[in-house]
């Protein structure tokens, strides 16, 4: 007995012993990564679904259309894009002056790959004449033949702002058919999707709301319309963000990537916030850790540039949605 109890403490203090060694080597990078942000005079930048650590040590999170206008906006010489490439693609775009860094090149994301500008020139070729709006989920090559961006928090914004009775909605399906519920243009979707919000189906939803009946319902509108027609909101990243710190409700069922549950727990200590899958995690978004972020800072690489043919071009789409008010 007195064996185990010997063995057991020895347990207990080897854990904690390794759990400090961790905690300190984390700290220690994370310290890294402050002064040589400073060196470099940097800002780092951060999705709402990446990491924990990296959201925790980012200068700036937020969504989409947040992130483009704090691209836009910083003084610094350098933007460190913990995301995918898409969003630094178009911090470079709006801040041609500026190093761009992606920590990971391979981060990417398939639903921006689902759409080329070879069979995007096709569509508009059988549509001649009908505006393109385009996701900012996208290649700058993308954007660059498009006639306006728009993001999850101001699609319907964008897609009202057109004169135009139909338009071309590329490359989120979903998102597409969520703006057209409230709009009487004629859309012509483009068959993209998000395969991360895509796995979570409307009998995981369904599934949750038993367990859990108080909870109110809250998706992103990438997810299929089968799980949008179960939402008592639905939202951008941030918007998620707001719409929870407002509601008097205890709980929510939280419909996108995982990453965004780190910010709403940490914001709302009296509520609780449920996955609606244990699926919805983006295997990009979770590739960049605070050591790849180090090493970016390190070498001044990888660096995320755009030509000028396509820089132009995709600036005047990514602008004319920036040139529409924010509420
Ligand atoms: P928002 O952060 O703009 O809501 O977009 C989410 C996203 O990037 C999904 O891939």
Redesign the pocket.
Known sequence: MLRNIYYYRLIFVYDRTTAQTEETMEDRIKQEIRDLLKERNAVLLA???MRDEVQEIADLT??????SIEAARTESDVIVFC??HF?AESAAILSPGKTVLLPRLDAG?P?ADMVTVEELVALKDRLPGVPVVTY??SSAAVKAVSDICC???NAQKVVASLPDREIIFVPDRNLGRYVARTSDKVFHFWDGY?P??ERLKAEDVRRRKEEYPDALFIC?P?CNPAVVDLADHV?????MYDWCRQSPARRFIIG??AGILYRLRADNPGKEFIQASPALI?PN?KLTSLEDIRAALISMEPVVTVAEDIRIPAKRSLDRMLAIPRD
């Open positions: 999705h709402n679904y937020g969504d989409s259309l947040g992130l995301g995918v969003m994301c639903m900012v989920n993001t999850s928090a998000c991360t919000h992103h990438e939202c951008s990243t941030t918007g996108t990537e983006c978004r």
